[in-house]
């Protein structure tokens, strides 16, 4: 509200009457609005992208966040100046807010996997309740992290990918593998040589691996991966030189990433391996890829 439409003692009658319908809907409504907002650099959008129910990444206003809780440089320029905001309505019984640091924290997961993107979210996660402060809470570590890379622009596509991922991660939790590849790569963007090739061939064995070797989860993901003969070369001669022991370059990691974002896109990882097997031996066609069909439509 302005200070104009309620200065001193003299209200306006319309501001008057808009302030007592939030207080009067805040104390006796059946359900709240509840806001979380984080910073978020790393990303570009050109506008509002919606991620999921509630959840979208879109441009931030410079009225929105003060100085000392933003990201260094925060503002310069239009991939560090975006905001990650989830918004829900409550039941007015319910006391508690979300544990909205660890679902946004899950929501920079997910735009890493879906982007490649060097982003990060926070340092700090703002909530409000019916549009009002409530609470100012840290955001996890490694969300909060910056890591070394590039920025990007997050377009639809990659919005409505990283909200699958979202769905696909926490349906996948008693799948404890596959949750350890999905943190050991995460951790890999925050480690030097020769840890963070250690990492990556850590999140190869656990994706794809199972009982057999780091090779074997080298010439899966190979074959889950790669669209054409050019790029499966250049794929298999790095996968395997990471199971050698080698330092195959940056481009390793974001080969990782794209096995684990075809492997979270199939139902069953374990029927994953056994299809991928089956066509490493001609007995049947490559399962289809989430990127081989996006790139066919």
Do not use: N
Not at 224 to 251: I, S
């Amino acid at each position: 509200m302005s200070p104009r439409a309620a200065g001193g003692f003299d209200w306006d009658d319309t501001a008057f009457e808009r302030v007592y319908a939030d207080l009067e809907r805040t104390l006796y409504g059946t359900t709240r609005v509840y806001a979380a907002i984080a910073p978020l650099v790393g990303l570009s959008v050109g506008a509002t992208v919606e991620i999921g129910p509630g959840l979208t990444v879109r441009g931030a206003t410079a009225e929105e966040l003060r100085h000392e809780l933003a990201p260094s440089r925060y503002g310069d320029g239009p991939e560090r100046g975006c905001v990650i905001q989830l918004e829900r309505e409550l039941p007015a019984e319910q006391e508690e807010p979300p544990d909205s640091p660890a679902e946004l924290a899950s929501v920079v997961t997910a735009l890493r996997l879906a982007t490649g993107a060097a982003l990060a979210g926070g340092p700090v996660v703002l909530d409000r309740l019916d549009w009002h402060p409530l609470a100012i809470r840290p955001m996890p570590g490694i969300a909060a992290t910056e890591p070394a890379g590039e920025p990007a622009r997050l377009d639809p596509w990659r919005g409505k990918l990283a909200g699958e991922l979202i769905e696909r991660i926490a349906a996948s939790s008693d799948d404890s593998e596959l949750t350890e590849a999905v943190e050991r790569w995460e951790l890999s963007l925050f480690e030097d040589e020769p840890l963070r090739s250690e990492r990556l061939r850590e999140s190869l064995a656990a994706l794809l691996g199972g009982a057999d070797s780091l090779w074997a989860a080298a010439m899966r993901a190979t074959l889950l991966v790669a669209d054409g003969g050019r790029e499966r070369t250049g794929l298999v001669d790095r996968l395997r030189g990471l199971a050698r022991g080698e330092r195959p370059g940056v481009q390793v990691a974001d080969d990782v990433r794209r096995a684990i974002v075809e492997t979270l896109l199939h139902d069953d990882r374990a029927r994953l391996v056994t299809a991928l097997d089956e066509a490493l031996l001609g007995l049947r066609p490559r399962p289809a890829g989430y990127y081989a069909q996006r790139a066919a439509s």
